[in-house]
């Protein structure tokens, strides 16, 4: 992957491709009638992009000669094609989200000071949670000084234990929407375990860094850094 690429050293095709991409996938033949370009001139593109290490190309079917591509970003690259395109951000959104039970409405706040002890620059903060939660943490608000949630996504709470369910239909394209626009830190620590895994899967998926918060053996809350399926030790210093 070549580093150090400006968006003046792409054509408006290019950067018209990586823009798109940027916000999801494309069948080949989906992409040439919203690019309204012929073939060969999108095959030319493509293999730039390609070579370059920005996009990939998965064939999704072929007969005889013919095949049937699916478009998409590198996921190593995501960070550089923002970049290019002039979406990079210097503050982080934190991607959260909390409970009913007992003090489960908190995680955003415990997570976000143990994340701004470690000097990330939080700016947004987004959350998943569930009806009931929301308003538990609404009536808590005022009395007990609760950060300010800038945005939230309100699921019934059996649709974070359901593959099937409307939240995991939803849940990447929301993320990825907020990717255009921000740095994203994703906490894998509230609501249900397909929750976690499936954020820990889009953290991979687009090189995303993802925190857990736990307790220690003194009973003291830390943030451990996850990746790849597997807890990477206690967050550091952000640089």
């Not at 959104?93 to 009913?100: A, K, M, Q, R, S």
């Amino acid at each position: 992957m070549k580093k150090n690429l400006i968006k003046k050293d792409f054509p408006e095709t290019q950067i018209k491709i990586l823009r798109l991409l940027f916000k999801r996938e494309y069948q080949q033949k989906e992409l040439q009638r919203k690019l309204k370009t012929t073939g060969s001139n999108l095959h030319y593109h493509l293999n730039r992009l390609e070579d370059l290490g920005l996009i990939q190309r998965i064939t999704l079917q072929q007969v005889g000669n013919v095949k049937i591509n699916n478009i998409l970003l590198n996921s190593t690259a995501r960070q550089q094609v923002r970049q290019i395109l002039g979406y990079e951000i210097k503050n982080f959104t934190l991607i959260t989200g909390y409970g009913v039970l007992k003090e489960g409405y908190k995680v955003p706040d415990r997570v976000f000071k143990l994340l701004k002890e470690k000097r990330y620059p939080i700016s947004k903060i987004i959350c998943f949670t569930s009806p009931d939660a929301e308003a538990k943490r609404k009536e808590k608000q005022e009395s007990e000084k609760l950060i300010e949630i800038h945005k939230t996504f309100s699921y019934n709470y059996e649709d974070y234990r359901n593959l099937g369910s409307k939240f995991f239909k939803e849940v990447e394209s929301i993320i990825s929407k907020e990717m255009k626009n921000a740095d994203i830190i994703l906490d894998l620590t509230p609501l249900s375990k397909l929750y976690t895994l499936k954020l820990l899967e889009l953290s991979n998926k687009y090189l995303i860094p993802s925190v857990y918060c736990a307790m220690d053996e003194k009973k003291n809350y830390r943030l451990y850094s996850l990746s790849k399926m597997k807890i990477e030790g206690e967050i550091k210093l952000f640089d």
